[in-house]
């Protein structure tokens, strides 16, 4: 199979689909590979490194999207990408459709087979999301402390605290991948970590795993409690493939301090609180209700080196069915990549994603058996 690397043109990504290692397993099993000059120098991989691997050096996207028919990228395309989709290729990417209804619709427009990363499932676990999900959780705790800073907009909070001084106090909602490790992260430093969680099993699971942290039940009436006395709160909710439920309204966020700072992780789909919107790392702050909200919607993009590696760590035998069996075949060998698929031939296949903005759509069983 022709496969496709294009270099990520979504605001400050820097990461890569593919690293030079994969390239060269995939031209060992006799794949062609077409990467964009310069796609993953924000990463540190170098064209030289490309070629000697085996991939094919390319100057523009134009050049990649005409000659892969899987193209793999990081982040869901932009505009001027889905306009070069059409129906020979297989898009293999993070998609977070439930928060776009113009991306959606877009490719389903280009009749394009789109497999999301985010909905790929394995049991009860998300593979391919869950190495991001442990860099962005582990992130919130480092950005949320850094913009907690007076000089950065926040209350002049140290969250460690010092002898003499309490430690500042940190809400993760959600105790899933993304919550867990900005709970790790955020008592290491020393600050007083509470968990919301709804899931029993999962919350027994923290107590015993999580020492320096605490759970509680998420509920309204608790949040609401405990924001009066929180300096930093991160949003780490995850339903797959569906939107981000609005757990903290306009109206809660004026319980919390001014200068108290919200990180919401869960951005990429649309964001657990009523008064998110996507930032970019360039521009990555606002402040509604007296609250600092950081909301950039590709965190892991600032680590990119690490990001690409623990990506590429879970993709490469994705990306390899795929490449030998062709998309539908390796979707039905292959389950928990079935469970990935978001459109095919014109159609969305995603209820959730259909749900979310009022869609038709198919299963990915009514495709798979036709």
Do not use: W
């Not at 776009?100 to 049991?123: D, F, H, M, P, R």
């Not at 010092?162 to 959600?174: D, F, K, T």
């Not at 964001?271 to 521009?283: I, K, L, Q, V």
């Amino acid at each position: 199979m022709k496969i496709g690397v294009p270099t990520e043109i979504k605001a400050q990504e820097n990461r890569v689909s593919v690293i030079p290692a994969v390239v060269k397993n995939l031209v060992s099993k006799g794949h062609e590979v077409f990467v964009q000059k310069g796609a993953g120098d924000g990463a540190s991989y170098p064209d030289e490194q490309y070629q000697t691997a085996g991939a094919k050096i390319v100057a523009t996207a134009e050049d990649v999207f005409a000659e892969g028919e899987l193209i793999v990228k990081v982040k869901e395309p932009q505009p001027s990408e889905i306009a070069m989709l059409n129906e020979s290729h297989t898009l293999f990417t993070y998609l977070h459709l439930a928060a776009s209804q113009t991306l959606t619709e877009g490719l389903v427009k280009s009749g394009c087979t789109s497999i999301a990363y985010e909905t790929v499932k394995v049991g009860n676990h998300l593979p391919l999301l869950e190495p991001m999900s442990e860099i962005a959780g582990r992130m919130a705790s480092i950005v949320g402390s850094y913009h907690l800073a007076n000089h950065r907009g926040g209350r002049g909070v140290l969250l460690g605290g010092v002898p003499g001084v309490a430690p500042g106090r940190v809400v993760v909602i959600g105790g899933g991948t993304a919550g867990v490790n900005a709970a790790r992260v955020a008592a290491g430093i020393g600050a007083d970590v509470t968990i919301l969680e709804i899931d029993m099993e999962r919350m027994r699971f923290l107590d015993i795993t999580m020492s320096g942290t605490r759970t509680l039940f998420s509920n309204e009436a608790n949040l609401a409690d405990l924001l009066p006395r929180v300096d930093l709160v991160i949003g780490a909710v995850l339903i797959p493939g569906a939107a981000a439920p609005k757990l903290i309204t306009r109206e809660m966020l004026r319980l919390l301090q001014p200068g108290s700072v919200l990180v919401d992780i869960a951005v990429d789909q649309g964001g657990c609180a009523e008064t998110t919107r996507p930032t970019t790392h360039d521009n990555p702050t606002y402040v509604e209700e007296d609250v600092l909200h950081y909301c950039v919607a590709n965190m892991p993009g600032a680590y990119a080196r690490t990001s690409t590696q623990a990506l590429n760590n879970v993709t490469e035998r994705y990306i390899l069915s795929i490449a030998s069996d062709g998309p539908l075949e390796a979707m039905r060998k292959n389950k928990p990549l079935a469970d990935g698929l978001s459109t095919h031939a014109g159609q969305l296949t995603s209820e959730p994603v259909g749900t979310a903005h009022n869609m038709p759509f198919v299963t990915a069983d009514q495709v798979l058996a036709g």
